[in-house]
């Protein structure tokens, strides 16, 4: 059978006269053995039994189509392929006989109870079958922060979380294909909505199986302003520069090669192969979306024609012209008359029937180019920087010239201190004021006293004023120290 993991027999019942039966017992069973409660897979025959009898009764099953190979080998074959169940007990023996001989069920028997379990490649197809049936519409914006993430957790991580990229992977192929699939769902109603001749099933069809399913879910999210793909720029980012990063590339395949247990060629391999097929899968998105947004485009082209030329004022208008037209096929053309009274347009014009479809022109690619500066500009702009901070005063400043000048001496006259730069000038500038450094000069208050005298005197030959001398607040400073 299907790759040598199931049973030969599986799909009978569900390619039989009584699929439609197997297929609403087989979804009771789903919720029986696919419990998020259930500890123990072994789950009683008795309760088995019982699922299929309400399933059963819930859903009125009283129809069976005798099938050839039923109950094949057992005493009185003949009979009983002939035999219609009558009872919700027939039903569920009859159901349950064929579930167990086809392979979708398993007995063990304990002791003196039997169990029925699912064999896991069956468990899983059922779940693929379940999920078939009720499929889900997906988010675009889910499935990108989910690789987003798993490729950040590898990256920031590589020996501890380097598995997520084997995740990440496996999820932008999953949406990859949801792309392929939304391209495909867009084709089969297009092709519905060609085949139909109904317009109110075209435009019920539209809201239905388009708006509701389609555009509404998937298509629309990549119109809006939070668009999932603006994170597509970081994501390649990251992995292009992981691709030259030999040292968490290295990491990631040691990784791999620990966990999976695999060689360190094999390891490599797998690492290339999940970080190419993102790169790759995230480069392709623009060139698909526009392959559907084509396909949107037609769609809806054919759901407005159709609407345009529905009969709006007069119910039954449409039939009757079908009708009237399709009389008129009947007759020979000499016999029906040239129309010269209607009025006609050319084939493509404002006023014609058949007027050529407006599109939206996609905006024009703007190259960006990176501005480069004049490097004697940036000389510039630094040396500007370093003047100003020159220029520039605080208290740590100040408080160093005063101690370069103090040279450990406890007091110094105005006349006796020296200026040998911008610095010093500006620093000495501040001594005569340090009150008004404010905030700058908190760390100044109390370490320092000014005596000003009434006599003007001169500076090393720069600046001329007032005279004072500058002397160590010791009263403070014992103040500070027995407070400490």
């Known amino acids: 059978m299907l790759f ?23 979804i009771e069973l789903a919720d029986l053995f696919f419990d998020e409660d259930l500890i123990d897979p072994f789950i009683p025959k008795d309760l088995v039994r019982s699922t299929i009898e309400e399933a059963v009764i819930k859903h009125g099953i009283r129809q069976w189509a005798p099938e050839a190979d039923e109950d094949e080998g057992e005493p009185m074959a003949a009979a009983q392929a002939v035999s219609i169940p009558k009872t919700s007990a027939d039903y569920t023996n009859r159901i349950y006989r064929r579930l167990v001989k086809t392979g979708w069920l398993d007995e063990e028997q304990q002791l003196y109870r039997t169990y029925v379990l699912m064999a896991p490649s069956v468990s899983h197809v059922l779940r693929t079958l379940i999920d078939v049936a009720t499929f889900q519409k997906k988010s675009y914006g889910g499935a990108v922060l989910n690789v987003l993430s798993s490729v950040e957790a590898a990256i920031s991580d590589p020996t501890g979380r380097g598995l997520t990229l084997q995740e990440a992977a496996r999820t932008a192929a999953e949406f990859s294909a949801h792309l392929t699939d939304m391209l495909l769902g867009l084709r089969e109603l297009r092709q519905s909505f060609a085949a139909s001749t109904n317009p109110q099933d075209i435009v019920r069809g539209f809201f239905e199986q388009f708006v509701e399913a389609i555009l509404v879910s998937d298509y629309k999210t990549l119109k809006t302003h939070n668009n999932p793909f603006r994170f597509r720029r970081q994501l390649l980012s990251m992995l292009k520069d992981l691709q030259f990063d030999e040292l968490k590339r290295n990491q990631l ?8 247990e695999l060689t360190n060629a094999e390891a490599e391999a797998k690492v290339d192969q999940h970080i190419s097929r993102i790169i790759r899968i995230f480069e392709s998105v623009d060139e698909r979306l526009a392959a559907i947004d084509d396909f949107r485009f037609r769609l809806e082209k054919r759901v407005s024609d159709t609407v345009r030329y529905m009969d709006k004022t007069t119910p039954g208008m449409s039939s009757r012209l079908s009708r009237l037209i399709a009389k008129l096929s009947e007759q020979d053309e000499a016999e029906i008359p040239l129309a010269d009274t209607l009025e006609s347009y050319a084939f493509l014009s404002p006023r014609s029937i058949r007027s050529a479809p407006r599109r939206r022109t996609p905006p024009s690619l703007k190259i960006i180019q990176q501005q480069v500066i004049d490097p004697e500009v940036l000389e510039q702009r630094q040396r500007f920087k370093e003047y100003k901070e020159r220029r520039q005063i605080n208290g740590s400043k100040l408080e160093a010239y005063i101690e370069r000048q103090l040279d450990g001496a406890d007091s110094l006259r105005a006349e006796q201190f020296t200026i040998d730069s911008i610095e010093d000038y500006i620093a000495f500038s501040y001594v005569r004021h340090m009150a008004s450094l404010g905030k700058k000069g908190k760390n100044l208050y109390g370490k320092y006293r ?8 001169a500076v090393a030959e720069m600046v001329e004023c007032r ?9 403070n400073q014992k103040d500070v120290a027995n407070a400490g």
Do not use: A, M
Not at 4 to 26: A, H
Not at 253 to 260: P, R
Not at 450 to 457: A, R
């Open 450 to 457: 000014i005596e000003f005298d009434d006599d003007y005197t």
């Open 4 to 26: 040598n993991k199931l049973p030969d027999e599986l799909f009978l019942p569900l390619s039989g006269q009584n699929r439609q039966i197997y297929q609403t017992v087989l």
């Open 467 to 475: 005279g004072f001398s500058l002397h160590r607040d010791k009263t």
């Open 253 to 260: 395949i040691d990784h791999y090669q620990e966990v999976l």
